[in-house]
């Protein structure tokens, strides 16, 4: 079983930045993607960036050129550091982990944490 514990939201001005981070615990030793998606009020849930464990990226394209996923050696972290910050990019960020055992790719999500940014 994964934990994932995100931390790092919060209340910025459009053209701030913040750097999320998303911490995985338990049996972490198969995660294969991680990543984070966003879901602001009325708006589904969208991805917003993944890596794979052999670094692979994916971005929307929204944040692309603005956002930047990292993972750490142990890829037991992922994180997100968020420049050029604008409104529109104010939502619930979650943690996404995939873990792939025996054929079968398993999502784990964090709780998620609030980035808020004001005009």
């Known amino acids: 079983q994964v934990q994932l514990v995100e931390s790092g939201g919060g209340l910025v001005q459009a053209g701030g930045s913040l750097r999320l981070s998303c911490a995985a615990s338990?049996?972490?030793?198969?995660?294969?993607?991680m990543g984070w998606y966003r879901q602001a009020p009325g708006k589904q849930r969208e991805l917003v960036a993944t890596?794979?464990?052999?670094?692979?990226?994916n971005y929307a394209d929204s944040v692309k050129g603005r956002f930047t996923i990292s993972r750490d050696g142990a890829k037991n972290t992922a994180y997100l550091q968020m420049n050029s910050l604008k409104p529109e990019d104010t939502a619930v960020y979650y943690c996404?982990?995939?873990?792939?055992?025996?054929?079968?790719?398993?999502?784990?999500w964090g709780q998620g944490t609030q980035v808020t940014v004001s005009s």
């Open positions: 338990g049996s972490i030793f198969n995660i294969n993607n």
């Open positions: 890596m794979t464990s052999g670094g692979r990226t």
């Open positions: 996404n982990a995939v873990l792939v055992v025996v054929g079968v790719p398993t999502d784990y």
